[in-house]
């Protein structure tokens, strides 16, 4: 479940929907205000990854940085350590436990539907997905997106909307298989300042590193974050 883990990603700053809309619910203009008003976002998180078919599941904690366009640092440190950098130049996934690191190219994430750019709000949703309000769930507002050409990723998400704040606290993502990745913030820290440095990943010395960013999406055996 290594790049399924990852979706991870914790889906970012419970998904910087800058440049997006929730199809036409009421709903939708003020995430969209609130969202696009940002220039980045740290938040904590806590992390549920279920595998159907054995029924497992893996609780993960770590904090994600976001700044836009397209900068990502997602961080786990527990149970076990993991790190995932995006960058509009590479994208490197590193376990620091294993002295490995992968090295990607940057043209993973140019795919409208592509999990890095739907959680940070590079997707457009209104034109990718269809959304549904299912009403107040604990407190929160529940979305549900469909999208129009379901990949092997993707296949359904959930997002649940804070209306007091207009930002998302938590949002679930499944793939074809029925496998689930569970992202609750318990944190959001909106328009922090963050250091370029956050974005930058050199592997230690004595690290391995496999360098797939030359074979392009052929680089990855299963798509990223998956």
């Not at 890095?116 to 034109?127: A, C, N």
């Amino acid at each position: 479940m290594r790049m399924h883990r990852l979706v991870a990603f914790a889906v970012m700053a419970a998904c910087m929907m800058a440049g997006t809309a929730f199809a036409a619910d009421p709903l939708a203009g003020k995430i969209q205000a609130r969202y696009d008003s940002m220039s980045g976002m740290k938040g904590e998180f806590t992390q549920v990854l279920t595998h159907k078919e054995s029924g497992t599941k893996e609780q993960r904690k770590g904090v994600l940085y976001f700044k836009k366009p397209l900068l990502v640092r997602w961080e786990t440190k527990s149970p076990v350590k993991e790190l995932l950098v995006v960058t509009p130049k590479e994208i490197w996934n590193a376990f620091p436990d294993e002295d490995l690191a992968y090295k990607y190219a940057s043209d993973l994430t140019n795919d409208s539907r592509s999990l890095v750019r739907v959680v940070t709000g590079q997707s457009r949703l209104e034109q990718d997905f269809y959304i549904e309000n299912k009403g107040e769930d604990n407190g929160l507002t529940k979305l549900l997106a469909y999208p129009k050409e379901p990949t092997q990723a993707l296949t359904e998400a959930v997002f649940w909307v804070d209306l007091s704040s207009n930002l998302i606290k938590r949002f679930r993502i499944i793939d074809f298989y029925g496998n689930e990745n569970d992202i609750t913030f318990t944190s959001q820290e909106v328009d922090p300042r963050l250091a370029d440095s956050l974005f930058t990943y050199t592997p230690p010395k004595g690290m391995k590193v496999e360098d797939r960013s030359k074979g392009g999406s052929g680089g990855v055996k299963k798509p990223l974050m998956q």
